[in-house]
């Protein structure tokens, strides 16, 4: 019943910006909380950023704190994540995640978001 749809995805120059995004449908989106996760391969699927059901409160991972920016609009079932001054570390296929709970931590768990999308590719050259 859930569907999520990335785009946005593409091969950038190290520095570059990308904006990502997400459609939603097959559910009450606005009340589910979102996020993104990546995978780069050979690697575990690590989490990129999360976002409460309003938008109100996020939480980013280290590696892009400061860099990348979750946001959604819930009145177009859309969430986005613009990503600046893109390093070749964030090379990875990108995740659209939903979790129909709130976050028992603030760690970005992938076994909290029980919806995802089929990816989108990031990649990012020197």
């Known amino acids: 019943q859930v569907q999520l749809r990335e785009s946005g995805g593409g091969s950038v120059q190290a520095g570059g910006s990308l904006r990502l995004s997400c459609v939603a449908s097959?559910?009450?989106?606005?009340?589910?909380?979102m996020g993104w996760f990546r995978q780069a391969p050979g690697k575990e699927r690590e989490g990129v950023a999360r976002i409460s059901m309003t938008g109100g409160v996020t939480l980013y991972a280290e590696s892009v704190k400061g860099r990348f920016t979750i946001s959604r609009d819930n009145a177009k079932n859309t969430l986005h994540l613009q990503m600046n001054s893109l390093k070749p570390e964030d090379t990875a296929m990108y995740y659209c995640?939903?979790?129909?709970?709130?976050?028992?931590?603030?760690?970005?768990?992938?076994?909290?978001?029980?919806?995802w999308g089929q990816g989108t590719q990031v990649t990012v050259s020197s």
């Open positions: 995640a939903a979790a129909s709970a709130p976050f028992a931590s603030t760690l970005l768990r992938p076994t909290e978001f029980g919806s």
């Open positions: 097959g559910f009450s989106y606005s009340t589910y909380y």
